[in-house]
Every structure is written in structure tokens, then in C-alpha cells.
């Protein structure tokens, strides 16, 4: 199970990023680096965790052109990532896939974050609700040979039906029960998450922003594993 929690590294400067992961030395061994720590200096930091063995997920959301996805993703081979996010759009995942061939990189399509609703997807024009949407583009995900998928824990068994036992259900949003759900909207816990076949959860605030980090994480993991 230490392998399935990948903590969010969710705080504003590397040096903070780096005293949490002193505090969970031995317990965690997967971090997930966003916007936020990328802009402060995450990137370079990412690449030392990388380079001493620890994984790393670098969530980008990358969207662009077919060629400039692509470029980014050689790049970001180079740096010894473990898994990187792709917004699911089928060119830019495709670009993706053919960028990231031969390496050990798990490019994640990311379907529909979980900050949004049905009220959200219609704010912005989709046709489709959140759950079906999520659906479609984990088949398109399939099609255009992604390692895995990022989806709410609550539509992490529907995906699983879809792309089968090996692909990755990547699941952020994940909340101990009776804990804060801050912006999130479509939230799990992560005995939950594991029961409805998330391969890995991200959690961030509950872990970093607690008092005793360990003491938290450790609680997260016991959890999984009764799952």
C-alpha cells in the first residue's frame, strides 16, 4: 500500500515541500508535485527526489498544440518522472503516447477534476455530466494507449470495467471521514477508494497540513489496507 498513497506536496515553498518529506521518511515513498511547488522551485526539486529513488508525480495537466505536448512530455522523460498528467483531449493524448514510447513514464489522463459538478460541466458547456464524461474520455484514454486515468474515487469502479486491470485509476480527493473536504466536491475516503479499485490515491492537505504528518499518513494507510 505504501506504493498506492502519493501525497500531495501542496504547500508554497520547496523548503516546506522538504521538511514534509523528512517528517514522512519511511512511510511515504510517492509524492506528487503540482502548480503551486512547481513554480517555487518544484521542478528542480522534483528532479533531486527523482534521482535518489523517491517517485514522483509531476501533475501538469499538459494541453496544447499536438507538437508542443510532445516536446514537453521528452522533457519531462529526461527529468525520471514517474507519472505525468495529460488533460484527456484524444490529440494531446496521442501526442503524448508517441512523445513518452519506450520509456518507464505513466502518462495519466486526467478526465474531470473533482473540484466540479454537474452545476460546474454546465457552466462551462459541456453536454455531459460529470460521470459521463469521465467514462468517455477514460475509453478514449484506452484507445490512445495511456498508462492511466485521474477520476473521482466515486467513478474509480465504472472506469475500471472500462480500461481493465491494468491501467492505473489514479484518484485524487480522497478525505478521511469527518475531515475537511476544502474545495473539493465528488470526495471518497480511502478505504472506499480501494473498495471501488483505485490502483493509487493522491492525498494532500489531510497528510501535509496535520500537525503530526506521520501520524497521518500512517492512519491513511492502515485504512487502505483493512480495504
Known amino acids: 500500500m505504501q506504493e498506492r498513497l502519493i501525497v500531495g506536496l501542496d504547500v ?3 523548503k516546506e515541500a522538504e521538511q514534509a518529506v523528512r517528517e514522512l521518511d519511511g512511510i511515504v515513498s510517492f509524492y506528487k508535485i503540482g502548480y503551486q511547488l512547481a513554480f517555487a522551485g518544484g521542478l528542480d526539486f522534483a528532479r533531486e527526489l527523482a534521482s535518489g529513488g523517491t517517485k514522483v508525480f509531476l501533475d ?20 525520471g518522472m514517474t507519472m505525468l498528467t495529460i488533460h484527456a483531449y484524444p490529440k494531446a493524448m496521442q501526442a503524448a503516447v508517441e512523445a513518452a514510447r519506450g520509456s518507464d513514464l505513466c502518462l495519466l489522463a486526467v478526465s474531470v477534476l473533482t473540484s466540479m459538478d454537474e452545476q460546474d460541466m454546465i457552466d462551462v458547456g459541456y453536454e455531459y455530466d460529470p460521470h459521463t464524461l469521465v467514462l468517455r474520455r477514460s475509453e478514449q484514454a484506452l484507445h490512445a494507449g495511456m498508462g492511466g486515468i485521474v477520476c473521482s474515487a466515486a467513478e474509480a ?5 472500462i480500461v481493465g486491470p491494468d491501467m492505473a485509476v489514479v484518484t485524487p480527493g480522497i478525505r478521511p471521514a469527518g475531515s475537511d473536504h476544502g474545495d473539493q466536491k465528488r470526495v471518497v475516503t480511502p478505504g472506499q477508494a480501494i473498495r471501488n479499485g483505485s490502483s493509487h490515491l493522491v492525498v494532500g492537505r489531510p497528510i501535509v497540513a496535520a500537525a503530526n504528518k506521520r501520524e497521518a499518513a500512517e492512519a491513511i494507510l492502515e485504512e487502505m489496507r483493512a480495504a
Open 12 to 14: 508554497p515553498t520547496v
Open 157 to 161: 469502479e465504472a472506469v475500471r470495467r
Open 60 to 79: 501538469m495537466k499538459l494541453l496544447d498544440i499536438d507538437h508542443t505536448v510532445a516536446k514537453g512530455v521528452e522533457n519531462i522523460v529526461k527529468m
